[in-house]
């Protein structure tokens, strides 16, 4: 099975494209989703991320703030390194599992989407990188009507992570979504065409 890692910047539109690669009909395993998995109550990563940061990011039934923690970790580079020391294992872990399910029921590609796939050293576990590319005014613009956040915030979010334009050198396949929804529909088939034809 080949497996596409799909990055991108934070607000870069990473989700939009998997969700228009899944109505082509790919398979899509989504890190995001993987690390809310990761952090319920009922697995390891969140017992250790409770003792890491307190019960203060704690939500009234338990379950993690992930506002709260952002905001611990997007204001503290060893902080956010302590969470993710926790967390990359766990959701390494996962999409493992779900990947091998995939290879199971014989299908032919599957895309890996996950934020930090460069930062995290994830790039050995995938064939080849697509990344999502906006421009950094982009970036903030999207973040703030999106997260209803300061642009101040949204700077420090972006501080945190790879630069756009250093993380779009890693892509074999660069996918630019500074145009319109539409515009950006009609790149992702023209490459899936290009590139896929057909996942299975």
């Known amino acids: 099975m080949r497996v596409i890692g ?3 910047g ?16 790919a398979k899509v395993v989504d890190a995001d989703q ?10 390891p990563a969140y017992h ?3 003792a890491a940061f307190g019960a203060g990011i704690l939500n009234p ?3 993690i703030d992930r506002k709260e923690l952002g905001k611990i970790v997007f204001a503290d580079p060893e902080a956010r390194k302590r969470l993710e020391e926790i967390t990359h ?18 299908a032919g590609i599957a895309f890996y989407m996950a934020p930090l796939l460069i930062e995290s050293g994830g790039t050995s576990r995938v064939d080849e990188v697509w990344v999502v590319y906006a421009d950094r005014e982009t970036q903030i613009e999207r973040l703030v ?26 892509g074999r396949v ?9 515009e950006l529909e009609q790149q992702v088939r023209k490459i899936w065409e290009r590139e896929l034809k057909s996942p299975e």
């Open 6 to 8: 799909l990055t991108g």
């Open 10 to 25: 934070i607000a870069s539109g990473k989700s939009t494209v998997a969700g228009i690669l899944e109505k082509l009909g």
């Open 34 to 43: 993987l690390s809310r998995e990761a952090v319920m109550p009922c697995n």
């Open 48 to 50: 250790a991320i409770v």
């Open 61 to 63: 039934d338990r379950t």
């Open 89 to 106: 294992p766990a959701i390494r872990a996962l999409a493992e599992e779900m990947l091998e399910e995939l290879r199971r029921g014989g």
């Open 145 to 170: 009507g999106r997260d209803l956040i300061s642009r101040a915030e949204a700077l420090q979010r972006l501080a945190a992570q790879m630069p756009m334009e250093e993380k779009k050198r890693h």
């Open 174 to 182: 660069v996918i630019d979504n500074r145009g319109t929804p539409e």
